[in-house]
């Protein structure tokens, strides 16, 4: 059998003529200046998402120089190429709505191109998921490269950063415990320099994922942004890219279910974003491989929360980085980790452990005799409200709120929570349950961060700092709360939640992993005949690809058509 094509013969135009193909192809970069030598060598692509929409990706021009000198310094070829760029911020209706296309663009960018290996860079909440779903999909040798994160503010002499900070202001101004001066001024603190956010947020959380999965060099999760560490770590990243070429390691020698149960191991150490189950769900679907909520809910009981950053904590990335970082947390986790999964090294995960050598004192990562919290971060709910299942973040909920049953005050969508959320007359007591419905993947679209439900104003006022809320919605990683979230089948396809009424029960109980509507079936079968759920459609463009396609919660929010064909496997094993 003849070899693949390597190099710039990878992937040519189709003219009918393979040898005019590369013929004009060679006239064509030349135009650029390259010698016949230059494009003999392995080319690797680089992933530009740099935006002036995005400065979480505003240090892109010095990580894509840095890679470019890694890539040179091993022998490579470096050929930086643009794709969609999403900021949290600047994405309406949400950057959920828009991951799969990003990652549909990185998937055939990087199959239409000729490239041996290609480094993805990102940083900001979706881009990572999106570049890693469509690395798995296009199936060459892949590495992450992540931004990193911002430095943290000063505000009156407090330490401040994006973003569990941002809404712990913002809960103040609408509590009136702040004026509208003094959070102008917090404004100007909260990020600090470019980079992702500053918490162990979705950004960070998928940052430390990555690099559970063995896909970024060892110790590239952690540098901030704006430092020779992160410089440091894209100039490796881009020398291990052409050893990948070399080696031909492509992405599924990578991402098996061994890694995918590092990184779920990982993500429920380091009281990680519920954001990152349904991200994990989506890469790991890419390869065949479903994960088992039940299972990974079995291995919150044995895996407790060991890194003290913010919502779930007190500390900041750049403490995490000067702690040791991933590899401080992976020394702890040892006895829980599968060492065998191979790395972008071509080294194992056990190997690079071995390597790092032994840590040093430090504040931020606990020992497993001491943690943070002694169950993972991230628990499953199952009950009649949520048969596919339902997240709630416990390291960041009130404890006395987890046992809890209480009378559901109902909102049917974002608009009619905007609506009354702050009204005095909005009847709502602490003990009551908050349930919003219609922000799942297909209701909003693109399930938006809109979980995180604010206290009504009336109750903030009264000093409540926290309540039950129930929604097919996520929340942003940088959010804290006893909050329910992607309850599964979300309202707009009938689930459940879609006939949730005013004055129903509702009971939370984390300890028994239950969430029930204490409504019979015949009650909520004679609500679903009266009132029948139509499901949101489009007229046309992407909008609707994404409401005929896009999968729920527990599939990743991915869509239908971008999964795996055929399971080979689920994690945990
Ligand atoms: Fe980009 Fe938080 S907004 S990481």
New binding site residues.
């Given amino acids: 059998m003849s070899e693949a094509p390597k190099r710039l013969k990878k992937g040519l135009t189709n003219y009918g003529d393979q040898g005019f193909s590369l013929f004009l192809r060679k006239a064509f970069i030349k135009g650029a200046g390259y010698t016949d030598d230059a494009l003999d060598r392995p080319v690797i692509g680089i992933t530009n998402t740099g935006s002036s929409y995005?400065?979480?990706?505003g240090n892109m021009p010095q990580l894509i120089e840095a890679v470019k000198r890694g890539i040179m310094l091993a022998g490579g070829l470096p050929m930086d190429f643009p794709t969609i760029s999403v900021?949290?911020?600047f994405s309406a209706p949400t950057s959920m709505y828009l991951r799969n296309l990003m990652s549909m663009d990185t998937e055939e960018m990087v199959r239409a191109q000729p490239m041996d290996a290609v480094v993805l860079i990102g940083?900001?909440?979706k881009t990572v998921p999106a570049q890693l779903m469509g690395a798995a999909s296009a199936g060459i040798p892949a590495i992450q490269l992540v931004t990193g994160?911002?430095l943290t503010g000063s505000h009156r002499s407090e330490r401040v950063g994006?973003?569990t900070d941002c809404r712990r202001y913002w809960g103040k101004f609408r509590a009136e415990e702040i004026d509208a001066e003094e959070i102008a001024e917090v404004n100007n603190q909260l990020v600090a320099s470019v980079?992702?956010?500053s918490v162990m947020?979705?950004?960070?959380t998928m940052a430390c994922v990555a690099e559970a999965l063995g896909m970024t060099v060892p110790g590239g999760a952690s540098p901030p942004a704006v430092t020779a560490d992160r410089i440091r770590i894209a100039e490796q990243t881009g020398a291990q890219a052409v050893e990948l070429a070399r080696q031909g390691l492509t992405i599924d020698k990578i991402l098996t279910p061994a890694a995918f149960e590092n990184a779920l191991r990982v993500l429920l150490a380091i009281g990680g974003s519920t954001n990152g189950i349904v991200h994990l769900t989506a890469i790991a679907g890419r390869m065949g491989i479903d994960i088992d909520l039940a299972g990974m809910d079995r291995m919150g009981t044995e895996t407790p929360v060991l890194v003290d950053l913010k919502p779930s904590g007190q500390h900041y990335m750049e403490d995490f980085h000067k702690a040791g970082g991933m590899a401080t947390l992976l020394r702890e986790l040892k006895p829980l980790l599968r060492l065998e999964a191979l790395t972008v090294t071509g080294r194992t995960l056990g190997e690079e452990m071995e390597r790092a050598g032994s840590g040093f004192a430090q504040e931020v990562v606990r020992p497993l005799g001491n943690p943070i919290y002694p169950q993972g971060g991230l628990a499953v709910l199952r009950g009649n409200l949520a048969p596919g299942g339902a997240i709630i973040k416990q390291s960041a909920a009130d404890p006395k709120l987890m046992e809890h049953e209480g009378r559901a005050v109902v909102f049917e969508n974002s608009a009619d929570l905007a609506g009354r959320i702050d009204s005095d007359a909005l009847d709502v007591k602490a003990d009551d349950v908050l349930v919003l419905k219609n922000i799942g993947p297909k209701g909003a679209p693109g399930m938006p961060e809109a979980g995180y439900i604010p206290i009504p104003r009336k109750l903030a006022r009264a000093g409540v700092k926290d309540i039950v809320r129930v929604s097919d919605g996520r929340m942003?990683?940088?959010a804290f709360g006893t909050i329910v979230l992607h309850v599964t089948p979300e309202a707009a396809v009938g689930g459940p939640l879609a006939h949730v009424r005013n004055g129903d029960r509702i009971r939370l109980s984390v300890k028994n992993r239950e969430i029930a509507l204490l409504v019979s079936d015949e009650e909520l079968a004679r609500r679903a005949a009266e009132n029948p759920v139509v499901e949101p459609t489009a007229e046309r463009g992407y909008r609707k690809l994404f409401l005929q396609t896009v999968t729920q919660a527990d599939k990743g929010v991915d869509f239908d058509f971008l999964r795996a064909p055929r399971s080979v496997g689920k994690a945990p094993e």
């Fill in positions: 995005n400065p979480c990706h900021h949290e911020s940083g900001c909440d994160s911002m994006a973003c980079g992702t956010c947020g979705t950004a960070s942003s990683g940088t």
